[in-house]
């Protein structure tokens, strides 16, 4: 392969349709008031942060699978195309002035406008089914006897080719 072309889009249209009920107004500040400016600025946040996630994507180049890399030419820095308007490219500018010019500016709007959200890890874990599953596809894979791994009960294994279907 010589050349793959990566495609993106943000819909704004989409975002303008969000909205984010239950942010207590800030002090002194009435609802009414406040209201609109809050879900603008939550909007803004998280096309702030899908543009963050595809600049980091674009430093770190995009990793298929073993010995299977995409990395983008040296100077061939993502462009964003703006689709109605006057339209144009955009260059986006590497993550660290994404989130220094984008991010960082929305976050703290948004914070000032009472906009809030859990900024702790959250640890995703999976269930004991979920595990038992993938170490069946795991063994399918890699060829495996799956003679002592079992399918979790009320699951089907697939073994007959219509895994989920039901009578």
């Known amino acids: 392969m010589e050349h793959a072309r990566h495609t993106w889009t943000l819909s704004l249209t989409q975002l303008r349709r969000l909205r984010f009920p239950g942010f ?6 009435g609802k009414e008031d406040v209201r609109p400016r ?10 702030a942060l899908a543009l ?4 980091l994507r674009q430093d770190e180049g995009y990793w298929l ?12 820095g993502a462009k964003l195309e703006i689709v109605g308007g006057t339209g144009g490219d955009i260059p986006l500018g590497t993550a660290n002035e994404v989130r220094t010019t984008l991010l960082d500016p929305a976050l703290k709007e948004a914070e000032g406008l009472g906009v809030e959200w859990t900024k702790t890890l959250l640890r995703l874990t999976p269930s004991p089914q979920l595990n038992q599953l ?4 795991d063994a399918r894979v890699s060829g495996q006897d799956e003679s002592d791994t079992d399918a979790p ?11 989920g279907a039901s009578d």
């Open 24 to 29: 207590p107004p800030p002090e002194g500040k």
């Open 38 to 47: 809050q879900d603008e600025a939550a909007r803004t946040v998280l096309a």
């Open 52 to 55: 963050y996630a595809l600049a």
């Open 65 to 76: 699978r073993s010995r299977c890399d995409l990395v983008p030419d040296n100077g061939s």
């Open 134 to 137: 993938v170490k069946l596809s």
């Open 153 to 163: 009960e009320g699951t089907d294994s697939g073994a007959d080719g219509d895994a």
